[in-house]
């Protein structure tokens, strides 16, 4: 089992920054990708940034350029970086791992920017 934990969400300003974490614990042996989903209100889940093995990135078009992920191997942690914030980043953050066959969410975290 894996176990995921996020933080670094809350309220800012639109063109504000803010930082995600999500650290993995478990069995995370063999990790495929680490990335980051949002779920707006009424709307469906969307990828934001992945990180896969190999250190292949992408990102959504809405988010070039304005954030990057990161990650830290030795403490299983990935990051979101989110520069230049607008208010239609507000969404609900999940952390996603994949390990082998499996996809891990994490709880979530809001992220709120306000205009």
């Known amino acids: 089992q894996v176990q995921l934990v996020e933080s670094g969400g809350g309220l800012v300003q639109a063109g504000g920054s803010l930082r995600l974490s999500c650290v993995a614990s478990?069995?995370?042996?063999?990790?495929?990708?680490m990335g980051w989903y949002r779920q707006a209100p009424g709307k469906q889940r969307e990828l934001v940034a992945t990180?896969?093995?190999?250190?292949?990135?992408n990102y959504a078009d809405s988010v070039k350029g304005r954030f990057t992920i990161s990650r830290d191997g030795a403490k299983n942690t990935v990051y979101l970086q989110m520069n230049s914030l607008k208010p239609e980043d507000t969404a609900v953050y999940y952390c996603?791992?994949?390990?082998?066959?499996?996809?891990?969410w994490g709880q979530g975290t809001q992220v709120t920017v306000s205009s």
């Open positions: 996603n791992l994949v390990v082998g066959p499996r996809a891990y």
């Open positions: 478990g069995s995370t042996l063999g990790i495929k990708s």
């Open positions: 990180l896969a093995s190999g250190d292949s990135i």
